[in-house]
């Protein structure tokens, strides 16, 4: 059974940087096509970039040229650098393995203005 565990989050000012991490357990993780999604208060969960297992990334236009996923399959890790983060970027933010149900606990990153 995989497990994903988020971490990373935190408050930062506007305009400020956080790298996210998502550790993986279980399974082959360089087989697997992974995601960063997020949830603000009141919204829906939605997708910020997702990365094959081969590399390709793809992600949501507001946040392209600010945030950047990448991983590192020798230690089971997706990343997802943040800068130039805004308040709208304020939202609980989720790994997944991209076509399942698997998801982390999330983690929190609030951005003040």
């Known amino acids: 059974q995989v497990q994903l565990v988020e971490s990373g989050g935190g408050l930062v000012q506007a305009g400020g940087s956080l790298r996210l991490s998502c550790v993986a357990s279980g399974g082959i993780f360089s087989l697997y096509d992974m995601g960063w999604y997020r949830q603000a208060p009141g919204k829906e969960r939605e997708s910020v970039a997702q990365?094959?297992?081969?590399?390709?990334?793809t992600g949501r236009d507001s946040v392209k040229g600010r945030f950047t996923i990448s991983r590192d399959n020798a230690k089971n890790t997706v990343y997802l650098q943040m800068n130039s983060l805004k308040p709208e970027d304020t939202a609980v933010y989720y790994c997944?393995?991209?076509?399942?149900?698997?998801w982390g606990q999330g983690t929190q990153v609030t951005v003040s203005s």
């Open positions: 990365i094959t297992g081969g590399g390709r990334v």
């Open positions: 997944n393995v991209i076509g399942t149900q698997l």
